[in-house]
């Protein structure tokens, strides 16, 4: 089955660690996305790659760091410089960058951090 | 002007009811608004999304409409089910861009 695969689904970090959240998709998509999502908020965009070795920093890029050197791997370093780490992180995939045609944000099931 | 606002935050609906949630946004340039389902633990799914050209969109027991003149939105859910029980999402986007402007949520539980 085609899909987006998030691991761990739940990982704990110590103050001043770094620690690295995995997103595989085996779509062929060639745009990957990392979303924050907090209680009664709605996705925030950390990051956004369209193509491999690009992305680009959204909303909320402070404290993370990502890389994208395979088109299915897409992973998120959130390092000890984000002080407010504790959240659940979404990754999406889609067909394009673009919104054109009605191509939809596939997402996996998610990474669950807290800190320790 | 980026913003899209969702209401309510919660909303409980009876089994056989109708389910509304209602968006706003401000940015006229929006031209592609999708609404996602999501399940406790679960990321979030695309159920139906519409374009400003139409003032309405169904699919099965789902429906969006669409008034452009005053920038909202707004998912209908017919006969609805303890199934349709999870977190809504509405969101807004221009179509030759990347990035989806999300709303904070809607948390639906449907009473049996």
């Not at chain 2, 809504?88 to 949520?105: H, K, P, R, T």
Request: charged share 20%.
């Amino acid at each position: 089955d085609g899909g987006i695969t998030q691991s761990p689904k739940y990982l704990f970090r110590k103050e001043g660690q770094n620690v690295t959240l995995s997103c595989e998709q085996n779509l062929n998509h060639d745009a990957m996305y990392w979303y924050r999502q907090d209680p009664g908020q709605g996705l925030r965009l950390i990051y956004y790659s369209q193509i491999v070795n690009d992305f680009q920093k959204g909303d909320i890029a402070e404290g993370y760091s990502v890389s994208r050197e395979k088109k299915e791997s897409f992973p998120l370093t959130v390092t000890s410089a984000q002080k407010n780490p504790t959240a659940f992180y979404l990754c999406a995939s889609s067909i394009g960058g673009t919104m054109l045609n009605n191509q939809p944000q596939h997402f996996g099931d998610g990474t669950r951090l807290s800190i320790l | 002007q980026q913003q899209v606002k969702q209401s309510p935050q919660s909303l409980i609906v009876q089994k056989g009811g109708i389910s509304i949630i209602n968006c706003a946004y401000e940015n006229t340039a929006f031209d592609y608004f999708p609404w996602y389902q999501q399940f406790p633990g679960k990321g979030p799914a695309l159920l139906i999304a519409i374009r400003p050209d139409v003032s309405e969109k169904k699919e099965g027991r789902f429906t969006i409409s669409f008034n452009k003149s005053a920038k909202q939105f707004s998912l209908h859910i017919m006969d609805s089910q303890p199934g349709d029980s999870a977190t809504y999402f509405c969101a807004a986007s221009i179509v030759s861009n990347y990035q989806l402007i999300w709303g904070a949520g809607t948390k639906l539980i449907i009473k049996p």
